[in-house]
Nanobody, 119 residues
Framework: QVQLVESGGGLVRAGGSLRLSCAASGGIFSRNAMAWYRQAPGKPRDLVARITSGGTTSYDDSVKGRFTISRDNAKNVVYLQMISLKPEDTAVYYC?????????????WGQGTQVTVSS
């Protein structure tokens, strides 16, 4: 069982920066693929950025060049560095872990952290 706790959200002006953190406990963190999703009011939850157990990253086109996902396997933490924030980045940001167990993969979610970008 993996527990995820996000932090670092808040209110920031357009053009500003924030760094989100997701602390994981339980399981073997280094084996997990980690990701950040976001959900704006009335919209579906969308993938923002993903990092594999091997460190390969991928991003939604809307955040490429502005957001950076990274992980610290020694601390069991995944980060999302966000720069040049835009009002359309406003959403609840969720940390996600996918834990492999043989052919089965288990999905875990954090409780979310609010990011609000004012214009």
């Amino acid at each position: 069982q993996v527990q995820l706790v996000e932090s670092g959200g808040g209110l920031v002006r357009a053009g500003g920066s924030l760094r989100l953190s997701c602390a994981a406990s339980g399981g073997i963190f280094s084996r997990n693929a980690m990701a950040w999703y976001r959900q704006a009011p009335g919209k579906p939850r969308d993938l923002v950025a993903r990092i594999t157990s091997g460190g390969t990253t991928s991003y939604d086109d809307s955040v490429k060049g502005r957001f950076t996902i990274s992980r610290d396997n020694a601390k069991n933490v995944v980060y999302l560095q966000m720069i040049s924030l835009k009002p359309e980045d406003t959403a609840v940001y969720y940390c996600h872990a996918r834990e492999p167990d043989g052919l089965i993969k288990y999905d875990y979610w954090g409780q979310g952290t609010q990011v609000t970008v004012s214009s």
